[in-house]
């Protein structure tokens, strides 16, 4: 039996989708894919002069123009800002949308990364894939295990670069210079974000710090104007060491690293 053409996309916060994995998965929706999206956190903290239930309020409401925008399906968020702790509570709730959308991809943040928020949401997503089979692993709600195997991809870091600096070289380059004004018009639902990150990270404009980094990203391929990055998941417990499906999926708009090195 074929493998379901689903792909699940999750980040910490409402925005970080649109920051680093956008590009990718307008292409997906594209090529035939159902997209689901999930920030495991409301953005209760994006703010400096709102209360928690106004900004989150406000925050469901741009990311779900943001998902809609795209046609994908919005999952709730599970908690708020800085609390994403790699705890059972929490990865049964993680674990209960995975079985749920048995997605094909899973797209989540870089296992390093500026903030705790976005490396916790990573392993979060990881084990509840790597677990979605497991009878004896129980979800809050409960769901039923599901055999479909799953490839597991991480987004470039923020910046680009670990929390220690480091340049990250992505394994898998997407262009994405066709869809950047698309992404550009989804971060924009993001209406509250832009004074809190200009005075809370001095991103200066939010819109084009993330086109920037797609820039940076393009130009470590040495092909494309802007880019997405990707490294995948070793594939132990999650797929056939082949597999490869981004890759296959967006075979017209790929380039491996081996490939640009070559």
Not at 14 to 20: A, K, Q, T, V
Not at 40 to 60: F, K, Y
Not at 213 to 226: D, I, K, M, T
Not at 235 to 247: R, S, T
């Amino acid at each position: 039996m074929a493998a379901a053409r689903r792909v699940l996309a999750v980040g910490a916060h409402p925005d970080d989708i649109e920051f680093r994995m956008a590009g990718t998965l307008i292409l997906l929706k594209r090529a035939g894919f159902e997209i689901h999206y999930l920030n495991i956190a409301n953005g209760s903290c994006g703010t400096a002069a709102l209360s928690r239930d106004e900004i989150v309020a406000i925050r469901e409401r741009e990311a779900r123009a943001a998902a809609a925008s795209i046609g994908a399906v919005w999952h709730p968020s599970l908690t708020n800002d800085i609390e994403i702790f790699y705890e059972p509570r929490l990865l049964a709730r993680v674990s209960a949308v995975v079985r749920e959308v048995a997605p094909s991809i899973l797209l989540t943040h870089a296992p390093e990364d500026y903030m705790e928020d976005h490396q916790n949401a990573a392993r979060l997503a990881v084990t509840a894939a790597f677990c979605r089979s497991m009878p004896n692993c129980a979800t809050e709600p409960p769901r039923a295990p599901v055999a479909q195997e799953v490839a597991v991809y991480h987004a470039q870091p923020h910046g680009n670069r670990t929390p220690l600096r480091q340049l990250v070289r992505p394994d898998l380059f997407v262009d994405t210079t066709e869809v950047i004004g698309q992404q550009r018009a989804m971060l924009a639902c993001h209406r509250s974000q832009q004074t809190w990150l200009d005075e809370s990270q001095g991103l200066d404009s939010y819109l084009d710090a993330m086109e920037a980094q797609a820039r940076e990203v393009g130009n470590l391929s040495g092909r494309f104007v802007c880019a997405e990055g990707w490294r995948r998941r070793l594939h132990y417990g999650f797929c056939a060491v082949e597999a490869d499906p981004l890759a296959a999926a967006l075979a017209d708009h790929v380039l491996t690293s081996r490939t640009a090195e070559g």
